[in-house]
């Protein structure tokens, strides 16, 4: 078996071990594992990446966000490099809310390519997810809302992967956002 293979078990089993009590918001309260491991699918099988450092870090990219995982912890599992690109695409919990998101905005072009395409794949992921179901309590214009503020970030994410920025722009037109200028 390659190398890479087992280290993409060994990471996937990180992340279900670390996610193990946690649910995603829909009505069926799905493992939250699903959307780190859905993440890492969208790189490998639509926008082409083979580069497992980037899956990897797509497969732990909310573990310090939502669990006790610390960026040490992953360093010491599996290396600086997807330390570093988790560390780019983890929000600062200690932020307000509205703070954080617009940080988000901000924070975007300025992110490394490797941390862009997950952050590009995470909101393809999620925006998706939404269109699928709507989380428990969410109004429509949360909703719609969510979509706004999610193209405001993929703008500042583009000339990354020509395939994620297709279907997200997709995902925007049909939701009646308009494109934005730079
Ligand atoms: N669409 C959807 N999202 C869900 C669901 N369950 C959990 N989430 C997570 O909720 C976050 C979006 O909800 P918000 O209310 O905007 O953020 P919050 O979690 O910080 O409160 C995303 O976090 P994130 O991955 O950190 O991404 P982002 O907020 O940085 O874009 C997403 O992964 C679900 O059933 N559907
Ligand atoms: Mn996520």
């Known amino acids: 078996m390659g190398s890479d293979v087992a280290l993409l078990l060994q990471t996937a089993n990180f992340a279900a071990e670390k996610h193990k009590r946690q649910r995603r918001k829909d009505v069926e309260k799905t493992p939250y594992i699903n959307h780190p491991i859905g993440v890492a699918t969208i790189l490998s099988q639509e926008a082409g990446i083979t580069d497992v450092v980037v899956l990897q870090a797509a497969l732990l990219h909310d573990t310090v966000e939502d669990t006790n995982t ?87 994410l583009r000339g990354t992967n020509a395939v994620l920025e297709k279907t997200l722009q997709q995902l925007f037109t049909e939701r009646r956002i308009p494109v934005q200028a730079d």
């Open 70 to 156: 610390t960026f040490l912890e992953i360093e010491e599992h599996f290396g600086p490099e997807v330390r570093k690109i988790v560390e780019e695409v983890t929000d600062d919990k200690t932020l307000a809310k509205m703070e954080r998101k617009k940080q988000q905005i901000e924070h975007a072009p300025h992110c490394s390519y490797n941390a862009k395409l997950v952050k590009l794949a995470d909101k393809l992921y999620n925006l998706r997810d939404l269109n699928r179901s709507i989380p428990k309590g969410w109004s429509e214009l949360r909703v719609q809302e969510y979509f706004r503020w999610s193209s405001e970030v993929v703008n500042g």
